[in-house]
Structures are given as structure tokens and as C-alpha cells.
């Protein structure tokens, strides 16, 4: 899998002076606070906006936000997408780091967002930025390595959320991606709007699931990438449960992570009905079914044998925005004389 927190490599890190760095650090520790402002004539403190202080703890790290964040930079597709769904994009002073093309209905607002990097900044390019608030998709977004931990972070004065498929406890679900955009959603003050988007999201679930009342689910085993192994999807991320939504049953759902690898022969032995290709990253999915096909050792498989193959972009198989219409997506794949 080539998901960024498993096996991309950050960009090499732009060139600025340390003189610029000197003066963006204390810019960047004016954005965000955690206490309440104090008024400089000890008079009483200004009113709190509406749903705020908010306090949230993400993947282990508690803030108190007295006010929502005002410059935001998304790393990673998904998390981005959140914050367009919202309706957030004049709150982002930078993104990075796309799969694939962004979705349609926020194509116009994403262009209005400078984008800092290809893939990851640098430390030095994220705070030229001057944020005071960054947002990951995968716990390589904050890479301590490279500068950019959450804890680094605090320390120039800048609040963090890292996305909740990447500290889920157990096995994730839909109930984390309605989280993920409710607490996002309260972070920033625009709680009405993660409520209704919440709300249309449970008509989508529930109209497909209802589609697929009495069909008999196909055994799927999802192909990501990986040549000597098979680098597939486990049972703990958000693409187990879509698989499961739309009338699927992984045969890799033991697999105790949300991405891993298998043996060729560990797919032959669960003899799946459906292959489900990821398409992102420079090997198409023409190539990959190429492979496939190819494989002598593959050719007894159901899903080999009847060419029966579905594919999912990647962004639509992490958990984000996307997930609720991607269910249906797939289950229009599983299933075509049921879900239409």
C-alpha cells in the first residue's frame, strides 16, 4: 500500500533562512491558544463565541479552543475534503499531499487553496504558512522525524487533529467517520453544518442498505498493490466496513490493521468471488488487472476465473467524507441487479 503513512516519502524540504524562521515561530504561537484571553486592562474578558470554549480530545491530545481556528493547513486528500464539505475553504491558508483528483463539488473552492506541496512540506514551508492550526489524514502528516509532530507543533503555538482512522482503538466504522466531521465541524464553530451533512450522510447508508435487503454477500478480497505479497485491506479500517455496506464480506477481514499483507496463497485459499482494486499512484488498473489475469497461480479463483473485478479510488476508501456515496459506489459494483 502506498498510503503515506505506510511507504510515501516527504518532499525535500524547501530552503529559507533562519532568520524567517525566527520571526514565522512567534507569528505562528500568536494563532492559537488554549486559555482564555485575558484583557490587557483587567477589565471583564470578551464574550466566548457560541459553542465555545469546546474541548475535544483526538487520538490521545486534549485542547480547549476558545475560538475556532482562522489558518488552517489540511495535509492528506480526506482531510481536506472535510473541510470543504463544510464550507471551510476560507479558513485554509494552505493543503498538501492529493491521491487523486479532488472531488467535483469542491473542485472550485480547493483551487482558492494554495497548495504547499506535492506531497508533505517541509517543517520550514508549513510554517511559512504561519497556522495555528494543522489537520492530518495519517499519522505521517506529523512525522517526528521530520519536524512535524504534533508535539513540535504545540511548541511553535499551533493545534493539531490527526485523523480518527489513525488512533481508532478497535475496528473502525461509520460512526467515526460522523465523528470525524462532528468534531471538526464543533472545532470550527460550524456545528449546524456537520449536523445536516451527518444527517444526508444516514439517508445514503440507509437507502443502499435498503437496496440490499435479502442479497447474499460476495467474498472480496481488495487489491491494493504489492507484487510478492499481496498488499491488501484488513479488518480495522473504514474499508472493511464499506465492504461489509455494500453487500460484501472481506476475506481479509481477520487481518488485525487496517492495511497489510497476504500471501498469493492465502488468496487462492479464500477463493474470493470479487477483486476490488484501489486506483491511485502511477500503476493503473489496467495494470494491475493485467497482473492479475496474468498470475498462474491465481487463475482458479472465482474472481479471476468470471473476471469479476470493482474499483474504488483510494480517497473513497479512507475514512472522510466520501465514504457514504462510496458504499453505494460499491455496491452498484457488487451487486448491479440490486443497487442501480
Request: with cysteine; charged share 25%; hydrophobic share 40%.
Amino acid at each position: 500500500m502506498s498510503v503515506p503513512s505506510r511507504r510515501r516519502r516527504a518532499l525535500t524540504p524547501a530552503v529559507i533562512s533562519a532568520a524567517a524562521i525566527a520571526v514565522l515561530l512567534p507569528l505562528a504561537a500568536c494563532g492559537t491558544t488554549t486559555d482564555a484571553a485575558e484583557p490587557a486592562d483587567g477589565g471583564p474578558a470578551a464574550k466566548a463565541a457560541p459553542g465555545f470554549p469546546y474541548t475535544v480530545t483526538n487520538c490521545g491530545v486534549t485542547t480547549t479552543y476558545q475560538a475556532p481556528p482562522k489558518r488552517v493547513v489540511t495535509m492528506n486528500q480526506h482531510v481536506t475534503e472535510v473541510m470543504l464539505a463544510l464550507g471551510l475553504e476560507k479558513s485554509l491558508v494552505g493543503t498538501a499531499y492529493l491521491d487523486d483528483r479532488i472531488l467535483p463539488a469542491y473542485e472550485k473552492a480547493y483551487k482558492s487553496v494554495p497548495v504547499l506541496a506535492e506531497e508533505y512540506p517541509s517543517k520550514e514551508r508549513l510554517l511559512a504558512a504561519n497556522p495555528d492550526f494543522v489537520y492530518g489524514g495519517y499519522a505521517s502528516a506529523f512525522d517526528a522525524k521530520d519536524g512535524r509532530s504534533r508535539d513540535d507543533l504545540k511548541a511553535a503555538g499551533i493545534n493539531t487533529r490527526l485523523n480518527l482512522e489513525n488512533c481508532a482503538d478497535g475496528t473502525t466504522s461509520m460512526d467515526d467517520v460522523y465523528r470525524e466531521v462532528e468534531e471538526t465541524g464543533r472545532t470550527f464553530g460550524v456545528q449546524d453544518r456537520a449536523e445536516q451533512w451527518i444527517a444526508d450522510a444516514r439517508t445514503t447508508v440507509a437507502s443502499t442498505a435498503d437496496e440490499l435487503k435479502g442479497v447474499a454477500p460476495l467474498s472480496v478480497f481488495v487489491y491494493d498493490s504489492g507484487d510478492k505479497t499481496a498488499f491488501t485491506a484488513g479488518g480495522k479500517g473504514i474499508g472493511n466496513e464499506l465492504i461489509e455496506l455494500a453487500g460484501g464480506r472481506n476475506v481479509f477481514a481477520d487481518l488485525d490493521k487496517s492495511f497489510g499483507d497476504a500471501t498469493w496463497e492465502q488468496v487462492v485459499a479464500r477463493e474470493p468471488e470479487v477483486i476490488v482494486i484501489y486506483d491511485y499512484g502511477a500503476t493503473t488498473v489496467a495494470q494491475k488487472k493485467k497482473r492479475l489475469l496474468e498470475d498462474p497461480v491465481l487463475k482458479d479463483i472465482p474472481a479471476i476465473r468470471n473476471q469479476r473485478f470493482a474499483v474504488m479510488p483510494l480517497s473513497d476508501v479512507v475514512l472522510g467524507v466520501r465514504a457514504p456515496a462510496a458504499v453505494e459506489r460499491l455496491a452498484a459494483q457488487l451487486h448491479p441487479e440490486s443497487v442501480k
